[in-house]
Every structure is written in structure tokens, then in C-alpha cells.
């Protein structure tokens, strides 16, 4: 799955001579946290929500509310606006956006395509959504971890092991717990558990956890 596939297209922009006013009030109306700037349709910059915080009068200003609008119309996008923008392509795997948010501790990104155009938006939440899709939760899963030895052959060793249960498996994880041990977390419609535990053990694979996800 790829960023295009998960974000919001045609996103809200504003230019760097945009008003703090207007930016508030563009927020405010469509419930977004972030405006990328453009010049043309070229990416400059962005303003946050947390950006025009720092600029509004505090609650104990003096102030009129005639004064403080006044003073927010003369204030324009890029003299808030963050000039160094962390960005992702719309053809960079969904999974490239997600190492993006979290290195940076970023909530959102701006999506641009290959000649640098403002084509979109992708949130934390688009990350999230993805994570439940690919998983399958929201018809229900089995989730079953099983703790192996790092070793050439593991993955093939544990397929084989669910098909001849009679299971096919929706995903499969795996997850690095030391320099010689992995959790292979798997996922499906795996209706005897016991069994499945008892199988895997036959094998010489200790399950360490059992749970049901998204069932009601």
C-alpha cells in the first residue's frame, strides 16, 4: 500500500502572504490541524496549529477583540510558517510515511509528487486506519505469538505447520527480541487454539500468547 492510496487529496493550502486570520479561521472551519504554503503549487512551508498559538494574544491581553483581529490581519503566513518541511512522495510505501511521523514526532505530513507539487495530506490517523486494514481487525482475528530462535527456515517451518491445521494466515509479523530471538506474531480465522498451541509445541515453537482482536 502506498502513500496515494491513504491520503487526503486536494488538501487545503494557503501562500506565504495569507493572513493569520485567514489560517485560523480555514482550521477552525475544516477541523485540520496543519496548512502547507505554496508558491505556484510548489511546497515553502507550513503552519501549524501550535504555530498560531504562539503568535495569538494571551487571555490576559488588554486587547480589544477589534485589536487583536486587527492585529492577526496584518500578520501574514510567512512570518510563522516553518521554511524546513518534512515531506513524503505519493508513490513512497505507506509504511515509508509512518517512519517519517515517528522519527520526527510529526502528526501529519504533506504529500508532494515527483515534480514537487502539493497533491495531498496524510495524518496519523490515515497511519492508524491503514495498520487496522492491513491487520484485518475489524472483522476479528486471532492473534497468536510464538517465540523463535533466529534461523534460516523459521517462517517457512510455521506456514506449513497452519496448513496442514487447515488455516490460512491473514498476516504474519515478526519482531526482534535479542540478538538470537524473534516473536513471530500471527494472525487469522483460527477457530481451535488448543490445538494449534499443541501442534506448534509438537514442533518445538512455544506460544506465549493467545488474544482475539476485534471480536465482539
Given at each position: 500500500?502506498?502513500?496515494?492510496?491513504?491520503?487526503?487529496?486536494?488538501?487545503?493550502?494557503?501562500?506565504?502572504?495569507?493572513?493569520?486570520?485567514?489560517?485560523t479561521s480555514l482550521m477552525r472551519q475544516n477541523n485540520i490541524h496543519r496548512?502547507?504554503?505554496?508558491?505556484?503549487?510548489?511546497?515553502?512551508?507550513?503552519?501549524?496549529d501550535k504555530d498560531l498559538m504562539r503568535v495569538a494574544?494571551?487571555?490576559?491581553?488588554t486587547l480589544s477583540k477589534y485589536e487583536i483581529n486587527s492585529l492577526l490581519a496584518k500578520i501574514e503566513a510567512r512570518e510563522i510558517m516553518s521554511k524546513t518541511v518534512i515531506s513524503v512522495n505519493e508513490n513512497e510505501?505507506?509504511?515509508?510515511?509512518?517512519?517519517?511521523?515517528?522519527?520526527?514526532?510529526?502528526?501529519?505530513?504533506?504529500?508532494t509528487s515527483d515534480v514537487g507539487a502539493v497533491v495531498g495530506v496524510i495524518t496519523e490517523t490515515d497511519i492508524f486506519d491503514t495498520f487496522v486494514d492491513i491487520m484485518g481487525l475489524q472483522e476479528g482475528k486471532t492473534r497468536i505469538t510464538v517465540?523463535?530462535?533466529?534461523?534460516?527456515?523459521?517462517?517457512?517451518?510455521?506456514?506449513?505447520?497452519?496448513?496442514?491445521?487447515?488455516?490460512?494466515?491473514?498476516?504474519?509479523?515478526?519482531?526482534?527480541?535479542?540478538?538470537?530471538?524473534y516473536d513471530?506474531?500471527?494472525?487469522?480465522?483460527?477457530?481451535?487454539?488448543?490445538?494449534?498451541?499443541?501442534?506448534?509445541?509438537s514442533h518445538g515453537y512455544n506460544v506465549t500468547h493467545v488474544s482475539r482482536i476485534g471480536h465482539k
Open positions: 500500500m502506498f502513500v496515494v492510496d491513504r491520503m487526503t487529496k486536494h488538501p487545503i493550502v494557503i501562500t506565504p502572504s495569507t493572513k493569520v486570520d485567514e489560517a496548512l502547507p504554503v505554496v508558491e505556484g503549487r510548489s511546497l515553502v512551508g507550513i503552519v501549524t494574544p494571551s487571555a490576559a491581553t510505501p505507506i509504511e515509508q510515511a509512518a517512519l517519517l511521523m515517528s522519527r520526527n514526532r510529526l502528526s501529519g505530513l504533506p504529500v517465540e523463535v530462535e533466529n534461523k534460516v527456515g523459521v517462517v517457512k517451518d510455521l506456514s506449513g505447520i497452519f496448513s496442514e491445521a487447515g488455516y490460512n494466515i491473514d498476516s504474519f509479523v515478526t519482531c526482534k527480541k535479542g540478538a538470537e530471538k513471530i506474531i500471527i494472525r487469522g480465522d483460527f477457530d481451535d487454539t488448543d490445538a494449534l498451541k499443541s501442534q506448534l509445541a
